[in-house]
Nanobody, 126 residues
Framework: QVQLEESGGGLVQAGGSLRLSCAAS????????MGWFRQAPGKEREFVAA????????YYAESVKGRFTISRDNAKNTVYLQMDSLKPEDTAVYYC???????????????????WGQGTQVTVSS
């Protein structure tokens, strides 16, 4: 079992930056692939970024590539999403998710994740 708690959301002007954190409880964090997803009002949840259990592989949605960076610190049971050059269209609730499969290949679909945080709101003003 893994419990996830996001933090770091807030209101920022376009062009600004935010860093989201996702703190995980449970002994298996270091062997879990992790992902970030987001959901804007009236839209479906969409993939943002993912990172392998070791941190050596990362994947990004085209819409955030070059602006967002996912990373993890297994010693701190935490995964991060650094968001730079934010745009109003990045406004959404951001969720982190964990794949419970042991050292599995990274997945970019929400069906591949078993545990979800409660989400943190990111609002980008124009």
């Amino acid at each position: 079992q893994v419990q996830l708690e996001e933090s770091g959301g807030g209101l920022v002007q376009a062009g600004g930056s935010l860093r989201l954190s996702c703190a995980a409880s449970g002994r298996t964090f270091s062997t879990c692939g992790m992902g970030w997803f987001r959901q804007a009002p009236g839209k479906e949840r969409e993939f943002v970024a993912a990172i392998s259990w070791s941190g050596t592989s990362t994947y990004y949605a085209e819409s955030v590539k070059g602006r967002f960076t996912i990373s993890r610190d297994n010693a701190k049971n935490t995964v991060y999403l650094q968001m730079d050059s934010l745009k109003p269209e990045d406004t959404a609730v951001y969720y982190c998710a964990a794949d419970r499969r042991y050292k599995s290949r990274v997945t970019i679909t929400d069906r591949g994740y078993d545990y979800w945080g409660q989400g943190t709101q990111v609002t980008v003003s124009s």
